[in-house]
């Protein structure tokens, strides 16, 4: 994991080829996070689900499932 990696397009094209069908993954997202999960839905099929961080007020951790190119 690596935070401020990049946005979740590029994370989730790195993540894909390692990632089981039935993987889950967990990024750590700063306060554009609505925005990427909205670009990301443009090109992109999955479930996510925030959890709130402990480390800043506006970031989160994002759980991601059933990731695939839409």
């Known amino acids: 994991s690596a935070r401020a990696f990049g946005n979740l397009k590029?994370?989730?094209?790195?993540?894909?080829?390692?990632?089981h069908p039935e993987?889950?993954?967990?990024f750590q997202k700063g306060k554009t996070w609505?925005?990427?999960?909205?670009?990301?839905?443009?090109?992109?099929?999955?479930r996510y689900e925030t959890i709130k961080?402990?480390?800043?007020?506006?970031?989160?951790?994002?759980?991601?499932e059933n990731l695939g190119r839409g």
């Open 53 to 64: 961080s402990c480390t800043k007020e506006e970031a989160i951790v994002l759980k991601v």
């Open 34 to 46: 609505k925005q990427e999960i909205m670009e990301a839905e443009i090109d992109w099929n999955f």
């Open 23 to 26: 993987g889950v993954c967990l």
């Open 10 to 19: 590029r994370l989730f094209s790195l993540s894909l080829r390692h990632l």
